[in-house]
């Protein structure tokens, strides 16, 4: 076996959680494999090592048990299960790009010119309360999946979600029994051999906090690249090259930038020692940068010739919502937004504000919309 992982006792998770990129790219030239001690975790950076861990399930287990996703969300979610349990518990079907196409798409773009449209409405707050209380439920748990320090306000914000959502749910299930359809929840209370109470709600849960947070930073995070860069915006529009320019921002901030995976035996990483028992988080954030595989991959270039991005991850646990992100804001989205304000703008660029390393997106995107 090679040589332990080197430690380091200096890279906090406040540096982490506003602006991680000049961390990565510092440790892909000299770190590329690193025990971060306040994450407790060991970080390889570099899109091959990333890659290899994913796709070595039977080393690399998804099964992280110090992740704060199990008490974020009341129960041990999909995402840190493995094989066949893992299997059994993914929307395939509702999340089919056949259901989708037939079911949803209609659905996605009337809800999107819908939004549109009101655009003043939501500029004046006057929205309903239920979106707001989606956003909320999605924000709480997202925190507190996140919450790597372990500190009570994250966990009892999320807390309060799990309980409204509980609730909901415990109010819908008459209804979606005597009226199944292809929509997850009445699909997996209908199943002919369903999986227990308890882990459907955690199912939707997880659809809650990434169907919310991760179409809003993918479609603020384009939207950001786009308006910072007039000329390929330019292009993108006469081309009408939306999925494309979604696609570039996919690369550039990933959705979901890190992952954890327990290592069940001792192993090797680029020639370092990994003992079993300790927790490996990928950075598909600092992957999707890597030098080996973009020239100048800090900028955001929609006409960049490849682009082999690890933003829906790759192996067992690809992202199940692949075919919803690049439909309904790649394919739907964008187009109607420029279509209804050709002349946004980002007056200044300075006052955008980026938070998270391990969901990371715009909190604050002031905008002229016109």
Not at 49 to 67: A, G, R
Not at 147 to 165: L, T, V
Request: glycine letters at 4%; proline letters at 6%.
């Amino acid at each position: 076996m090679g040589w332990q992982s080197p430690l380091d006792e200096e890279i906090t998770l406040d540096q982490l959680d506003r602006d991680p990129f000049p961390i990565y790219r510092c440790l892909r030239a000299q770190a590329p494999v690193l025990r971060v001690k306040s994450l407790n975790r060991t970080l390889p950076t570099k899109a091959a090592h990333t890659k290899f861990v994913k796709d070595t399930p039977e080393v690399y287990n998804s099964d992280d048990p110090n992740t704060p996703m199990k008490r974020a969300f009341w129960a041990h979610t999909l995402m840190c299960k493995n094989g066949a349990e893992h299997r059994r518990e993914r929307m395939a079907p509702a999340f089919s790009a056949k259901v989708i196409q037939n079911d949803w798409m209609p659905a996605y773009r009337n809800a999107a010119r819908y939004y549109v449209a009101r655009g003043q409405a939501i500029l004046l707050g006057m929205l309903e309360d239920s979106d707001e209380q989606m956003m909320e439920w999605s924000q709480a748990l997202i925190e507190g999946a996140g919450n790597f320090g372990w500190c009570d306000a994250p966990f009892a914000r999320a807390d309060r979600a799990n309980e409204a959502i509980h609730a909901l749910l415990d109010s819908l299930q008459a209804r979606h029994r005597a009226a199944p359809n292809n929509s997850a929840f009445p699909a997996m209370l209908n199943a002919d051999d369903p999986i227990a109470e308890r882990q459907i709600y955690a199912i939707i849960k997880i659809a809650i906090s990434g169907g919310m947070i991760e179409p809003s930073d993918a479609n603020n995070t384009v939207l950001y690249g786009l308006l910072t860069n007039p000329d390929q915006l330019a292009q993108v529009k006469r081309q009408e090259d939306w999925s494309r320019a979604f696609e570039k921002r996919l690369r550039r901030v990933a959705h979901i930038s890190a992952s954890s995976h327990l290592v069940t035996q001792d192993t090797e990483l680029c020639g370092y020692f990994i003992p079993k028992g300790d927790t490996v988080m990928t950075i598909q954030a600092s992957a999707n940068r890597d030098e080996e595989l973009f020239e100048n991959g800090e900028a955001f270039q929609v006409y960049r010739d490849s682009n082999p991005h690890r933003s829906f991850s790759n192996g067992p646990h690809n992202c199940q919502g692949t075919h919803v992100a690049r439909r309904s804001i790649g394919e739907i989205m964008l187009s109607i937004l420029f279509d209804r304000f050709p002349g946004m703008q980002i007056p200044d660029p300075s006052a955008v504000s980026w938070r998270r390393f391990d969901f990371r997106g715009p909190v604050l995107l002031p905008m002229l919309m016109q």
